[in-house]
């Protein structure tokens, strides 16, 4: 089935630094989606993408929608304790507007004050 | 803005018991997915509903059933549960019509099977 990628699993960040993650695929997803969870919560969303190279921001967050639509990244920008959490990407087939999500493994940010 | 409601918050059942998890969507959404997350997992698809008619199928057992009803609101029926089947329960909601259609999240029912 459909795989997305992220590594690494942890990632640890200084407060005010910026981080980069990325998610891969080796499918096509007509949609990306970025998601932060924190424990015992539901998936928040924080940016969603429709087309090919598309930049979009959200605050602190920029989110990229790869040209080949296999790919994405969210940078966060000045990291603050709050934005502790995991986050998922999570594509979505072009089967249509109501297909189901297949989710990356996440990724684990800690930031230090 | 009114996000998805799932009821009960946590849910503690014996092995071989029954449960039933609900899900009421953000208004005017028209469809209905339900995610299981496993401890230090992703959450996984098991089962959507759109305009109260199933719309797609994942990794759902055979013990477990779900139905949209005619306010949207939607109940997954778990029968003879298994110690696997501790884990968290995730609806969402999603509007297909128009040119954004995501799926925001309620807060999920921690299900623990004794």
């Known amino acids: 089935g459909q795989q997305l990628n992220q590594s690494p699993q942890s990632m640890f960040i200084q407060e005010g630094e910026d981080v980069s993650m990325n998610c891969t695929s080796s499918?096509?997803?007509?949609?990306w989606l970025w998601y932060k969870q924190d424990p015992g919560e539901g998936p928040v969303l924080l940016i969603a993408?429709?087309?090919?190279?598309e930049l979009t921001s959200n605050g602190r967050l920029t989110a990229q929608f790869g040209i080949t639509r296999k790919d994405s990244f969210l940078n966060i920008s000045a990291s603050i304790p709050s934005d502790v959490g995991i986050y998922f990407c999570?594509?979505?087939?072009?089967?249509?507007?109501?297909?189901?999500?297949?989710f990356g493994k996440g990724i684990t940010l800690s930031v230090r004050p | 803005a009114a996000g998805v409601i799932q009821s009960p918050r946590h849910l503690i059942k014996e092995k071989r018991e029954t449960a039933t998890l609900k899900c009421y969507p953000i208004?005017?959404?028209?469809?209905v997915y339900w995610y299981q997350q496993g401890p230090g997992q992703d959450p996984q698809f098991l089962i959507s509903?759109?305009?109260?008619?199933?719309?797609d199928k994942g990794s759902i057992p055979d013990r477990f059933s779900a139905q949209q009803f005619s306010d949207y609101h939607s109940e997954l029926n778990m029968s003879s549960l298994e110690l696997g089947d501790s884990a968290l329960y995730f609806c969402?909601?999603?509007?297909?019509?128009?040119?954004?259609?995501?799926?925001?999240f309620g807060p999920g029912t921690r299900l623990t099977v004794l």
């Open positions: 208004p005017r959404h028209d469809t």
């Open positions: 509903f759109y305009e109260k008619m199933q719309s």
């Open positions: 993408l429709y087309k090919a190279g």
């Open positions: 499918s096509i997803f007509n949609t």
């Open positions: 999570a594509g979505q087939l072009p089967a249509g507007a109501n297909s189901k999500l297949t």
């Open positions: 969402a909601s999603s509007q297909t019509s128009g040119s954004f259609h995501e799926q925001f």
